[in-house]
């Protein structure tokens, strides 16, 4: 894990005096509210339905136990006891005091934390897959990288005031785990023909009102030019995407309006120019950062571990956890694994203190004191010996923690929706309590197979709606929640948009809705095919029929 | 209205002439980018020193015309979130070498007073009672991660300098380079 | 200005402090409890109420400050919106925390 040195710390501290100075000033009325509040912004402060919420980064995802025992003690003592892990693999706090939000950031500041960048028309928290440095199929990690661009694109001078938000993913992985293609910039690690790593870059994706699906802008670009092509691409948005419309603003939209062979040619020719100005990080500096990630002192053990067998065949709960949060480790006799916060009936994302204070521990004891944040919304260990999952799933399955469903059906993103959130138009949570609840056998949700149901409280899209294989969206319908069904989306690397199936449902139709559509894919699917496969063979007339009649 | 000095430049007096006055000789004066647009020659050589007004809405090619030709720049905030401000002046000191006066004006932020520094800015035109808040803003941050137009090199340069230390000279854009 | 209502309004913010919701009462105090609001049946009235409520924004005391469409059909005040009925209440996912376990639950 990348560790702070001085100049990281004074950042941070400098940052935290300088917010501490800001509310400071706004309590004594000496800013307005109107000045304050892209100030409290750019710190992670919103203010909500019920109170302010406080969005605290967690960089790429990854954070250590220490950081996370921060995370539970600030749950704790600042707020109520509990955290809400997001789709932007950041933490939210519900209930913080504008007046204390300054403490709380200088304890995160001590423990190498921040909320620089959360919020704001800016370079966001930049997101990677949840298993990197992990998973058996990477290329290379990327988590150098999203360390160097987040140091770029911390407090730049040009781009801090862009035209919008601003999100950029990496992956280092063939498979998609991290969505690259539905950011406004994605990155994914390959290898040339020559064997050199570098990216392709795609450009112009987002979800929102408009979904679009990025593209590709360069097949290969070597490692040591990503900052300043980075550069080129976001002084290019910044001078001519638009401002008049903030549903228009997004870099997808003016990607769309010049095409994106215009775009790329305007990016190279600025590229062209800035190549060679010392944006590049000197070399040490590169290995300084990737030292921080080398990959840990792990032994190579025996891929099978008697103790895994044992309870494998004694208890059908650990094999199914085994089968579907465990995953392939670069390393032999290892796994990664998936900690479900979708308990069935409780809600996406959150974690008490206690559970956090947990998983701190566990990841102390197994998994090297290291912890990921997924977008997904889950919790992973990243670095697992075999022969210690037994013991690490029964003190999950104690805490509430051992759900057995990652990847699967009840593994729903959900937004805050309209229970929290002032820009929601419905809730998003109930809806996926009440379908989990409804799906809730271990048996069942298996043979359905990969499923992935996304739900956002409005057309903002935090949920992810898009790209559900399964999508709800929440609308306002004269003043009632109204809840819309979309099938065929992917945020993998077979991106596609879900489609509109049909008119909108009340809370308790959509999920007699979903449960019909399960019900057309059971019947209809060839083999082993999943149920994206099976859609995009059979096409949305059969589902339309099931859920609407034929009339 | 006072003027913040963030390099510690020899501020430019100007008169802000309107479209319709001509300039009196050898007087400095700022107009419109699209009036230098326009103008021929003997303007330029009536005036003393010719400034832009820039308005965050001026294409990017519209400065390769006049760029040449200007003592300073104003460059007009017409909100303080219209970023485009700071990539025109990042424009002006990287693609034509400008080395005049960059001074913003409209509603900037006390908060942004280092932004403007580091995007090549040298002086900012704001109302009296920000003076304090502006001064305080620009010794807030002992470094920050890009090299940039005011003579701070990144920090992650400075890790790997020897007896490097951070912090700006205040006269980047206009060293001998 | 009077601004055209359809029916019975009532006023809610958020304190500066600690964001938490509040409703406007009719002695000009800020309630933690919408049934201790007070209800502008026209726009006069509603304008009375606003020229309160903005004073406290000005005093740095509230932000945010929203008219909404009262429901007072029970007898009781409340928003009638379900966004704002969710502010009166609490988040609806959580029966522990909010204004519905009691307007003083964090005391």
């Given amino acids: 894990m990348y560790a702070y040195d001085t100049y990281d710390h004074a950042m941070v501290n400098a940052r935290v005096a300088e917010f501490r100075d800001q509310v400071d000033r706004r309590m004594k009325g000496e800013l307005t509210e109107e000045e304050f509040r892209p100030l409290r912004l750019m710190n992670g402060l919103y203010l909500q339905l019920h109170a302010y919420m406080l969005r605290v980064a967690i960089p790429y995802g990854t954070l250590s136990a220490g950081q996370m025992r921060k995370l539970a003690h600030v749950a704790r003592k600042y707020d109520k006891g509990y955290g809400h892990f997001t789709t932007r693999q950041n933490i939210q706090y519900n209930w913080p005091k504008l007046s204390e939000t300054p403490d709380i950031l200088q304890e995160l500041s001590d423990v190498e934390m921040h909320a620089i960048q959360t919020s704001g028309n800016c370079i966001r928290n930049v997101t990677t897959d949840q298993f990197a440095g992990a998973a058996a199929d990477e290329v290379a990690d990327p988590r150098p990288y999203a360390e160097l661009i987040r140091q770029w694109s911390t407090f730049h001078p040009e781009f801090s005031f862009l035209p919008r938000k601003f999100k950029i993913a990496i992956t280092g992985a063939a498979e998609d785990r991290a969505a690259v293609k539905w950011h406004d910039i994605g990155l994914v690690l390959k290898q040339n023909e020559a064997g050199e790593v570098g990216f392709e870059v795609l450009a112009g994706g987002g979800m929102g009102r408009t979904p679009v699906i990025a593209k590709s802008m360069r097949e290969f670009l070597p490692i040591s030019d990503m900052l300043s092509y980075l550069e080129a691409m976001l002084r290019v948005y910044n001078e001519q995407g638009r401002r008049d419309n903030k549903y228009k603003a997004r870099i997808k939209i003016l990607v769309d309006a010049m095409g994106i062979d215009e775009y790329r040619r305007q990016v190279d020719a600025e590229w062209e120019k800035i190549r060679h100005v010392p944006i590049d990080v000197p070399e040490e500096e590169v290995a300084r950062i990737k030292a921080f990630f080398a990959p840990p002192p792990l032994p190579v053990l025996a891929d099978a571990a008697t103790e895994v067998d044992e309870l494998e065949n004694a208890n059908f709960v650990f094999k199914a956890w085994l089968a579907n949060n465990t995953g392939a480790h670069k390393v032999p006799g290892h796994a990664h694994v998936t900690i479900s916060l979708k308990p069935h009936g409780g809600i996406p994302g959150d974690a008490t203190d206690e559970q956090m204070d947990l998983v701190a521990d566990l990841a102390d004891a197994y998994s090297q004191s290291e912890i990921r944040v997924s977008h997904e919304q889950n919790l992973i260990l990243p670095h697992v010996a075999k022969s210690d999952l037994p013991a690490l799933w029964s003190k999950l399955d104690e805490a509430g923690l051992g759900t057995p469903n990652a990847g699967l059906l009840t593994d729903i993103i959900a937004c805050p929706g309209l229970d929290y959130c002032s820009l929601a138009n419905t809730r998003s949570i109930p809806i996926a309590q009440t379908i989990t609840e409804r799906f809730d056998d271990i048996k069942r949700l298996m043979d359905i197979g990969p499923l992935k149901i996304k739900i956002s409280g409005c057309i903002n899209s935090c949920g992810h709606h898009h790209a559900g294989h399964i999508g709800i969206l929440g609308v306002d319908r004269r003043g009632e929640e109204n809840y819309q069904l979309l099938l065929g989306g992917s945020g993998a690397e077979d991106a596609s948009k879900a489609a509109i199936l049909g008119p909108g449902f009340n809370e308790a139709g959509i999920v007699d809705a979903v449960e019909k559509v399960v019900a057309v894919y059971l019947g209809e699917r060839e083999d082993d095919e999943t149920f994206l496969s099976a859609y995009r063979r059979l096409g949305p007339d059969v589902f339309k029929e099931a859920v609407y009649g034929t009339d | 209205m006072v003027l913040i000095n963030l390099t510690g430049i020899q501020p430019t007096g100007f008169t802000l002439l309107a479209d319709d006055v001509q300039p009196k000789e050898g007087e400095n004066v700022a107009v419109s980018v699209e009036r230098l647009l326009a103008e021929d020659s003997a303007f330029f050589d009536t005036a003393g020193g010719v400034g832009a007004v820039i308005t965050t809405g001026t294409p990017y090619a519209d400065l390769d015309a006049i760029a040449g030709k200007l003592a300073f720049a104003v460059i007009e905030f017409p909100a303080f979130g219209d970023g485009r401000g700071f990539s025109l002046a990042v424009r002006l000191r990287k693609d034509f070498g400008f080395k005049g006066e960059i001074r913003a004006t409209g509603p900037v932020i006390p908060d942004q007073a280092l932004f403007l520094l580091r995007a090549g800015f040298d002086t900012v035109d704001v109302t009296s009672e920000r003076k304090t808040a502006f001064e305080a803003a620009l010794s807030r941050f002992p470094g920050f991660y890009q090299s940039d137009f005011g003579g701070q090199t990144s920090i992650a340069h400075a890790r790997h300098t020897v007896g490097h230390t951070i912090g700006h000279s205040g006269e980047g854009h206009r060293k001998a380079s | ?107």
């Fill in chain 3, 1 to 107: 200005m009077a601004k055209k209502i359809t029916g019975p309004q009532l006023i809610l913010a958020n304190r500066l402090d600690d964001g938490r919701a509040v409703f406007l009462t009719a002695t000009g105090t800020w309630s933690n409890a919408a049934a201790d609001a007070a209800v502008a049946d026209n726009e006069a009235e509603l304008d009375t109420l606003m020229t309160v409520a903005q004073a406290a924004d000005l005093a740095n005391f509230v932000v945010s400050v929203t008219p909404v469409a009262a429901d007072t059909s029970n007898g009781v005040t409340a928003p009638a919106h379900i966004k704002f009925a969710m502010q009166a209440r609490g988040p609806s996912v959580r029966a522990d925390l909010g204004y519905q376990v009691s307007p003083n639950w964090e005391q």
